[in-house]
């Protein structure tokens, strides 16, 4: 029974995620329309989940816990959601200290 089930689920599964990337209107771009909309997805998810996780820190009282979390959910969070900026910065503090 569960055969039977895996076709029909796989396509309304297609034609969620593709819907949304075919009707942004450029057929010839359909793998960057996907790439944007997982990455917004991936960004929601990610700051829900640090979000929860600071939570049970704030909850459990460990607050030197908590800051080393909010750091490096920061650090990683700025790597994870805005590459070139990131990019840019360290290519010009690499300028700056061999130029």
Not at 5 to 29: N, Q
Not at 39 to 51: C, E, F, H, P
Not at 66 to 78: D, E, N, S, W, Y
């Amino acid at each position: 029974m569960r055969r039977f089930l895996y076709g029909p689920v796989t396509a309304i599964w297609v034609f969620v995620l593709c819907s949304p990337v075919l009707a942004a209107g450029d057929g010839e771009r359909v793998g960057e329309n996907v790439g944007d909309l997982l990455g917004g997805w991936a960004k929601s998810l990610y700051a829900g989940i640090a979000g929860l996780v600071a939570l049970v820190f704030l909850f459990n009282r460990r607050f030197a816990d908590l800051a080393i979390f909010a750091g490096a959910a920061a650090v990683v969070g700025g790597f994870v959601m805005a590459p070139n900026e990131i990019a840019g910065t360290v290519r010009d503090i690499w300028q700056t200290i061999t130029a």
